[in-house]
């Protein structure tokens, strides 16, 4: 189903106060760039399937797929057509080598939603990012996205120049430079910039080339005790009844360390609020073992670029875990820096300078 477009709505009308991250007066001033289609190029998994999801056309939850990359050895299949990506049912061993197995977590691209994408950032190693060929650039969702890698310290990134099918060579040019400007001082300066059509599968063979030979795989540690990273969950409903009957819920995540058994003891740990005796003076979002946490924070010093912050309560995390730092602003959290939990109950983070800060809604200044 269409966004409702920007001309049907009539702004006069318009009551501030009850606009929310999901109005449509709000979701459609933002661009979609194609993530989910690029998702479903490659594995053939349509991500977004929640009701909500689908009657307003974007991403709201995080969406999960897994991909197998193949590559023909046939010398009359050359580079770039002889990698070739699959859904996770392929078999393993085919008749071709299989460099690759990718899992994609797909994030809602709406800055508003952006405590959901740092959320999946939590497990991810690597990272496309997506920038629609037909729009001007920078859109406020990719700045954020760039300060979310950024502060993630999320490197490998192959940057997607999407929708080319729309727009004449010479644009796509110019815009392949610009893209290049915008990251040449981000974690994302000298990443591969590869045009592509996700709707019509163009250089999507490029793409798994790119992720096969130029991305490392990442180092896994089979032998500490399991740990799993729960970044959403989804409702079970009973089949086949007329009225939707949840029969639970289940988690839905990542083991990033260990080796689960079947029938395993696990341990789900706690995942929620906690609250700052003396009202918020920091709001943190925690990447932990049980997924996102939004908590206060005790500001005990401060210095010209860092800060040292205590925690008020209690958290489940572990030594060495990262943190984002998130502010409010106009009932929205907004990224504004990073953190590393420390030894003890202190950590550091190094604090935005204040035109990084946030200043609106749909925009965020860069740090100059
Ligand atoms: N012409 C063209 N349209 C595309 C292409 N890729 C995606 N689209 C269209 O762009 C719209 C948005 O695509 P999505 O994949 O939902 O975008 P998204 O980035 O996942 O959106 P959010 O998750 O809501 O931020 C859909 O109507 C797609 O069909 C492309 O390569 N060419």
Redesign the pocket.
């Known amino acids: 189903m269409a966004r409702k477009g920007l001309m049907e709505q009539d702004l006069s009308k318009l009551d501030v106060t009850k606009l929310h991250p999901l109005s449509p007066e709000v979701i459609s001033r ?1 661009v ?7 998702v479903k190029a490659i594995s053939g998994i349509q991500t ?1 399937r929640f009701n909500n999801e689908v009657e307003r ?3 709201i939850k995080l969406g999960y797929a897994n991909a197998k990359i193949y590559k023909c050895e046939d010398e009359r299949c050359p580079a770039p057509m002889c990698y070739k990506a699959y859904g996770s049912g392929k078999e393993d061993t085919p008749s071709c080598d299989v460099p690759g197995h990718v899992s994609f977590v ?5 800055d508003m939603l952006m405590a959901t994408m740092l959320n999946g950032a939590a497990i991810m190693d690597r990272a496309l990012l ?1 920038i629609a060929a037909n729009e001007s650039i920078p859109k406020p ?1 990719t700045l954020e996205h760039l300060d979310a890698l950024d502060n993630m310290l999320l490197e490998h990134i192959i940057v997607l120049q ?5 727009i004449p060579k010479n644009v796509a040019l110019e815009q392949h430079e610009s893209i290049q400007k915008l990251i040449q001082k981000t974690v994302a300066a000298g990443a591969p910039i590869v045009p ?5 599968k163009y250089n999507i063979d490029v793409v798994c080339e790119y992720l096969v030979n130029k991305i490392p795989i990442p180092k896994r540690n089979f032998i500490s005790p399991p740990n799993m990273i729960i970044i959403r969950s989804f409702d079970v409903n009973k089949p086949g009844s007329e009225v939707d009957e949840l029969l639970g819920v289940v988690a839905g995540g990542s083991i990033v360390r260990g080796v689960l058994k079947v029938n395993q003891l696990v341990e789900v740990r706690p995942g929620m609020v906690l609250k700052d005796e003396n009202g918020t003076s920091w709001a943190g979002n925690l990447n932990r073992w049980s997924g996102l946490a939004r908590y206060n924070l005790h500001r005990v010093h401060t210095a010209s670029t860092y800060a040292k912050l205590q925690l008020t309560s209690p958290v489940c995390t572990s030594i060495g875990e990262k943190l984002a730092l998130s502010r409010r602003v106009d009932r929205h959290w907004r990224l504004i820096g990073r953190g590393q939990i420390q030894e003890g109950i202190t950590l550091e983070v190094p604090l935005p300078c204040s035109c990084c800060i946030p200043i609106g809604v749909t925009s965020v200044k860069r740090c100059c």
């Open positions: 933002q979609a760039h194609g993530k989910s289609t690029v977004v056309n974007i991403t797909d994030c809602p691209g709406h997506l969702q999407n929708k080319v099918d729309l592509i059509s996700a709707q019509l």
